[in-house]
Structures are given as C-alpha cells and as structure tokens.
C-alpha cells in the first residue's frame, strides 16, 4: 500500500481522536520519517514504539497523546502483526514464566540499575503505584500507600510477614520501622537484593534472591505489591496455592497489581520486548478463578486513577535528572524510557487498565472485615492509637 494512501488512513484514524498530523498543539504527532505509517500499520504497537525510540516521530504531550488514542480505542484499527500474533502464540503454548525462567525478568528490567531507580523513585525506592489523596509529593504518596497496605493487613508488633516480590524492600522496611513486625522479602533482582540490603538499617528484614515458589514457611499475613503481573496465567493458580501454604490459618494476604480490564493472554509485543519480559496484566476473571475454593475475598479497592499521577511523577524525576543519567544510557534508552513511563500514564488515565489491592483471608474474618482505608494526613501528629506518622482513617 503506498505511503500517501496509508498517510490518510492515518488522518482520518487520528481526527477521531482529535489529534492533527504535524499540528501545533502538545498532543498533535510530528511525523520527521514518513515510512512511519507503513511501519505502524504492518507492526503495529511494536513498530510505533520502536519508531519513537528511532527518532522517526514525537510529541510533545506523549500522555495526553496515548490517552486520546485509548480513549478513541484507535489501538483496534490497527491489525497485528506476525511478530505480535507469535508473542500470542508463546504466551498460549508456552509457560514463558516457569521457574528456569523466572529471573529473567530481573536480569532484563530491574537489574539495568540503581542509579535509574535511584534518580526516579521515592526516597523509599517504592516501584509501585502510590497512593496521592491528601499528599503533596511522591515521598508522602508512597508512604500513604505502604501505611494503607499496613493498616488493610492489621500488622501487630512480633507478627511474621512475607513479602512476595520485595524489590528494593520498601515496603519491608517500612511496615518493620513502623509497626514492628520481621519481614521475609523474595525477589529475582540481585540489584534490588544489594541496596535494599543496605538500606534496612539492621531492621529484622531478610531480602532473598529466590523465586516465589521457593517459599515454604509460615508466615502471620503475606503482601505482594506489583509482582503478580509477572506470574503469567499458567502460573496464577500455583501462586495462590503458595500463598495458601504459607499463610497461617488466621492471617491475611494483600495482593497489589495492575489489571486489565479484560482477560489477555500476554503483553504487548513492545512491551515483552523492551520493558517486561514474560508479562502480563491478569483480569478480574483470571484472579478469581485463580483463588477459587483457597480463599475469602474481604476487600477489592481499586486505585489505579493514582497512577498516572504516580508515572508523572516518575518521569519528572527520571527527565530532570537525564544529564547525570546518559553518560550510562544511551540516547535511544532514553527515548525507550519515556515512551515506557508515558504511554503508561495515557493508559491509566483512559482506565484502559487498573490498579487493585485484594485483600484475601483462608476461612473469612469472623463479624467480617473492617473496610477501613487509611492514608497520611500531614495535619496530624499522631494516630488514635499514638503512633507518630499523622495517620488518618477514612471509612468507606
């Protein structure tokens, strides 16, 4: 199909998004290499983002670029490639997360380096969605939604926690600081496992290199924030049947992850590509089958309209400080990166997909569960119970 042909179908695909080809406005693409339209239309999400990473077209406002997309649902009008139609197929046939694979994710996304993370995340080195009602800044988001995580658990002083997929320990260190509890964190990045070890300030924290499934001991309440999208659907079942014989009769799990709103069967061919090898966001079908007959669901609370606030903040951070970062990177990294953290907002802001925190119990709590949702409240000083932090409860 020739160039000028597939231009037009490209302008009259974006006008429906209210998006102009070399427009003026921040949203409007500005295409520098005009085989760009036959890539995109023959690849896909694949060839659009590799094309941004090569420099063939940018936009000023990436988010609200992908958010007009999403929103106008132009990610339909544009068949799959062969390259994305085999990603599916391995996803199906293959189990792309087994145990010999499992680090791969670490090797290929979490292990880059410190010195990105370190530039990019909360002083914390929290790599999850924060939470940003009544805070003014990533740190106090963060620590809101580690305090929420804590409070949704009931942690209590002596209690035994296992944290699956741990990363820098964040939430470890806080939840032992804070509510003295000793925590066991897995994780396969050997890079998280080295500053989270320095970071936990002789803490009872132990942060392992282990896969999940390598677990088999007891533990009072089991957390994972952000770990579940890398199980893959093969695997969920298993996952849960970890978690099962780990967590003691009367304790609590919280699993946060992205979701999907609908069930996939893996991630985009870029994505597998370039960001998260193996991966894939799991619907609300997928986890509730997954769990079937192990536990009582007590609480599903959906806070993903935080995080494209959260990727915004991520990338503010990353952006300003690039000039001491690209002596380590390259060019096109950066490029990928931004593609990455941008296209992402976009996507949470169109509620294409979800952020939940699922709280689980084996047997249901007796008289039910206390659906109290907590966040840090800089006015105060101290909690009902005396705690320093200025926690402040919100009943639902």
Not at 7 to 26: C, Q, V, W, Y
Not at 125 to 154: G, I, S
Not at 342 to 371: D, E, M, N
Request: aromatic share 12%; with cysteine.
């Amino acid at each position: 199909m020739k160039t000028n042909h597939l231009k037009e179908k490209a302008r009259f695909l974006l006008d429906t998004a209210g998006i102009e080809i070399n427009g003026n406005r921040s949203f409007d693409i500005q295409v520098h290499d005009e085989r760009l339209y036959k890539r995109v239309f023959s690849q896909g999400e694949l060839g659009l983002g590799e094309a941004y990473m090569d420099g063939w077209w940018d936009v000023e406002n990436v988010n609200e670029f992908f958010y007009r997309v999403i929103t106008a649902k132009l990610q339909h009008a544009i068949k799959k490639d062969w390259g994305s139609l085999f990603e599916l197929f391995r996803a199906q046939v293959f189990n792309l997360q087994k145990i010999s694979r499992a680090f791969e994710i670490g090797q290929t996304h979490y292990d880059i380096g410190n010195d990105l993370y370190m530039a990019m995340l909360d002083k914390r080195m929290t790599y999850t969605c924060a939470f940003w009602e009544d805070a003014d800044n990533l740190d106090e988001a963060q620590e809101a939604k580690l305090d929420m995580v804590c409070r949704k658990l009931e942690l209590k002083p002596g209690q035994r926690v296992l944290d699956i997929g741990c990363g820098f320990g964040s939430f470890a260190i806080y939840a032992a600081e804070k509510y003295g509890v000793s925590v066991v964190g897995v994780t396969v990045s050997k890079e998280q496992i080295d500053l989270g070890n320095k970071m936990k300030k002789g803490l009872p924290v132990d942060l392992r290199y282990q896969d999940y499934r390598g677990v088999d001991e007891k533990f009072d309440h089991i957390v994972s924030l952000g770990m579940f999208e890398h199980v893959g659907k093969k695997n969920y079942r298993t996952f849960m049947q970890v978690v099962d014989r780990c967590l003691k009769d009367h304790g609590t799990v919280l699993i946060h992850t992205i979701g999907s709103n609908i069930s996939l069967h893996g991630a985009s061919a870029w994505t597998h590509r370039y960001i998260f090898p193996n991966s894939m966001l799991p619907s609300i079908r997928q986890i509730g089958s997954s769990m079937e007959g192990l536990f009582t669901v007590e609480d599903w609370h959906n806070i993903g309209a935080n995080y494209e606030h959260t990727l915004m903040a991520w990338f503010n951070n990353f952006d300003s400080h690039w000039d001491g970062l690209k002596d380590h990177y390259t060019e096109r990294f950066y490029r990928m990166w931004k593609f990455y953290l941008l296209s992402s907002a976009g996507s949470f802001r169109a509620r294409r997909i979800q952020v939940w925190q699922i709280v689980l119990s084996k047997t249901g709590i007796p008289g039910g569960y206390k659906r109290n949702r907590y966040y840090i409240n800089n006015s105060q000083k101290t909690t009902s119970n005396g705690r320093e932090g200025g926690l402040k409860h919100e009943p639902t």
